[in-house]
């Protein structure tokens, strides 16, 4: 089976650098996703990791660890409109390489 | 572009009756989605379709039904109501390749009473 492990909620201030990670258990690993939502709104796409490393879009950066089923998203330089919930998905050979979301972190950024 | 579309926004259900989501997207994806989504937690694969007139059972498929006639469009039926059905249930699609990001509909609010 799949299973995805993030903190239930994270909290820090505007400026400053938080980390949320994801661990998960599968045997068909392909890549890790992540997506930002709002309340109310839609999942919105983060990033994609399929090969160990750091991978850097502006403020956000995503990590992968293959090796230790490991990864986090980076959130630099926070500020009030990133408070939202974060979930990782892996991508998985076993569900016919669909996506299995991870429960979510809810993020609180305060002033 | 509208990108991925769902109607209705909203229903409200009583136990038993049916009902039909519609899920359009206009970026010719071959993949579209249906996802369920309850409170706190993350979003649950029902059906998906890897293309026009294909379909497959996700992760929770019981009492859903999907079809895929055209390939911009995804439908998701509810065969008879139950207030376990009461969720926000998300459409997505994804283009084929490399690419791995998928497009989100807005979400259509059901509650079954």
């Known amino acids: 089976g799949q299973s995805l492990e993030q903190p239930s909620e994270v909290t820090a201030v505007e400026g400053a650098i938080v980390q949320i990670n994801c661990t998960y258990q599968?045997?068909?690993?392909?890549?890790l996703s992540w997506y930002q939502q709002h309340d109310g709104g839609a999942p919105t796409f983060l990033s994609y990791?399929?090969?160990?490393g750091l991978e850097e879009t502006g403020r956000f950066s995503s990590f992968l660890s293959r090796s230790d089923s490991y990864g986090y998203l980076l959130l630099q330089e926070l500020q009030m409109k990133d408070s939202a919930s974060y979930f990782c998905?892996?991508?998985?050979?076993?569900?016919?390489?669909?996506?299995?979301f991870g429960p979510g972190t809810r993020l609180s950024v305060l002033p | 572009n509208a990108g991925v579309t769902q109607t209705p926004k909203f229903r409200v259900l009583k136990t038993g009756q049916s009902m039909t989501l519609l899920c359009a997207q206009d970026?010719?994806?071959?993949?579209m989605y249906w996802y369920r989504q309850d409170p706190g937690m993350g979003l649950r694969l029902i059906h998906y379709s890897v293309g026009e007139g294909t379909t497959a059972k996700g992760e929770v498929p019981d009492g859903y039904n999907v079809s895929r006639l055209k390939k911009q469009n995804f439908l998701l039926g509810l065969e008879s109501a139950a207030p376990s059905q009461t969720s926000v249930y998300f459409c997505?699609?994804?283009?084929?390749?490399?690419?791995?990001?998928?497009?989100f509909g807005p979400g259509t609010r059901l509650t079954v009473l």
């Open positions: 990791n399929a090969l160990d």
């Open positions: 599968t045997s068909g690993f392909y890549g």
């Open positions: 998905a892996v991508r998985d050979r076993n569900y016919g390489q669909n996506f299995v």
């Open positions: 970026m010719n994806h071959e993949y």
């Open positions: 997505a699609s994804k283009g084929l390749g490399p690419y791995n990001e998928q497009f």
